[in-house]
Nanobody
Framework: QVQFVESGGGLVQPGGSLRLSCAAS????????MAWYRQDPGKQRKLLATISTAGMTNYADSVKGRFTISRDNAKNTVYLQMNTLKPEDTAVYYCNVQTNPLPWGQGTQVTVSS
């Protein structure tokens, strides 16, 4: 069974940057489009960014131009580079496959505050 382990979150000031990582166990990583999601307290999880097996990317309007998703298939890892962070980016961030999500990991908390 595939498991996702997210890391790299933390407290950052507005305008700052963070790089999130997600290590995926299991053998499906190289055959699935991957995605980053986030969940605000009391709200549904939202899709932020996707990356195909070939590296094609798409972003939600709220993060376009600020966030960059990438993947390293040799390491079964997907990344999210987050720049120009805003307080409204505060959330728990998760990775998963793009369609028919598998069991979720614990996520990593990102807090943007001065």
């Amino acid at each position: 069974q595939v498991q996702f382990v997210e890391s790299g979150g933390g407290l950052v000031q507005p305008g700052g940057s963070l790089r999130l990582s997600c290590a995926a166990s299991g053998s499906i990583f190289n055959t699935r489009a991957m995605a980053w999601y986030r969940q605000d307290p009391g709200k549904q999880r939202k899709l932020l960014a996707t990356i195909s097996t070939a590296g094609m990317t798409n972003y939600a309007d709220s993060v376009k131009g600020r966030f960059t998703i990438s993947r390293d298939n040799a390491k079964n890892t997907v990344y999210l580079q987050m720049n120009t962070l805003k307080p409204e980016d505060t959330a728990v961030y998760y990775c998963n496959v793009q369609t028919n999500p598998l069991p979720w990991g614990q996520g990593t908390q990102v807090t943007v505050s001065s």
